[in-house]
């Protein structure tokens, strides 16, 4: 079974391991780090996290390191 369900939203991928507080703890920050952020360069919503502390604006070209998860 590989149906996400709305209440693990994209812990669902970890089916019935791991308990729900490790899910819920795990998805709060994992939807953050998802959301395309705010540029500190041109500040406008588009930067996407590549990989741990390096994010890159779609809209000014920057590449950069900052925080792991998500940007302030
Ligand atoms: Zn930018």
Redesign the pocket.
Known sequence: MTTKSKKTKSAGRFGARYGKTVKDKFVKVESKQRMKQT??????V??KRISKGVWK??????KFASNTYFLD
């Open positions: 540029c500190p360069f041109c500040k406008k588009g930067v604006c779609h809209r000014c070209d920057k």
